[in-house]
């Protein structure tokens, strides 16, 4: 079986109410089981067999989150893969495909009100090449799909706050000046970036486990805020790619724990 290069992780927060026909009980499928049969169905599975070719990642895990009625944004699902191949940084890390996945499993499943997205975005899985100067392309990769939200409600726009947390690695805070000037430089309407600071007070709740799949737990955070397109598991899942991209561009190789949530100033 090929060795997985990075872990896509993904942890939803918010109330899923389940459609009305769908017993959880007796339900013949699952989380996982819904999400293999999508990534199958649409070519983003890789065989777990020796040799396997295409596909991006291999299934590792998922579930499906009691509810805690104690807590301000529950912890719902989580969807866990683990990436098949190196990404040239002349392409995107595959969370677009990843969440768009995870949303018609939800769509499936029941009704599902996001508060707040957590995502492990594998930088390490970006190919070092040997020219430091080709990661400025990981930067510009996504920007090719922007046009998918051009036409969008002008009222669906949202406030959020995005961050992005490198575990016990600094990396992140490092560059964060320099990162937060790039955001505002290049020209995109699908996250509008107008403030940054170097705190994290989202207070969300996180499954202590997946801090043995990156450099955790979180204690160096760079927070940004802005403007996303939409609230959408679309738009969060290129916004991931957008900031995963960037933060490559400026040197970090190293996981990074994303969060992203609804913002009222």
Not at 184 to 207: A, G, I, M, R, Y
Not at 211 to 220: A, E, I, R, S, Y
């Amino acid at each position: 079986m090929r060795i997985p290069h990075g872990t896509m992780f993904a942890g939803l927060h918010g109330e899923l109410t389940l459609h009305p026909w769908r017993d959880p009980v007796a339900a013949e499928s699952d989380a996982y089981s819904l999400f293999h049969s999508r990534s199958v169905a649409m070519g983003w599975l890789t065989e777990a067999k020796e040799g396997a070719t295409g596909g991006f990642w291999g299934m590792n895990d998922a579930g499906q989150q009691g509810p805690d009625p104690q807590a301000q944004h529950p912890y719902a699902l989580w969807f866990q893969v683990g990436m098949s191949q190196l990404v040239s940084p002349k392409q995107s890390l595959p969370l677009q495909p990843f969440l768009a996945c995870i949303g018609d499993v939800i769509a499936r499943m029941g009704r599902f009100q996001l508060d707040a997205l957590q995502v492990l975005l594998p930088l390490q899985s970006f190919d070092r090449l040997p020219d430091a100067s080709s990661r400025h392309d990981a930067l510009f990769t996504p920007l090719s799909s922007t046009g998918w939200f051009f036409d969008r409600k002008p009222s669906a726009a949202a406030r959020v706050q995005v961050v992005l947390d490198g575990g016990q690695s600094p990396a992140i805070r490092s560059v964060a000046a320099e990162l937060f000037a790039r955001l505002q430089q290049v020209k995109q309407t699908v996250f509008v970036c107008d403030e940054f600071s170097l705190t994290d007070d989202t207070n969300l709740e996180k499954p202590i486990y997946i801090d043995n799949l990156w450099v955790g737990p979180p204690q160096h955070p760079l927070t940004f805020y802005g403007t996303l397109a939409e609230w959408s598991l679309d738009a969060l899942g290129w916004l991931a790619a957008f900031l995963a991209g960037a933060s490559f561009t400026f040197g970090v190789t190293t996981p990074l724990l994303l969060t992203v949530s609804r913002f009222e100033s």
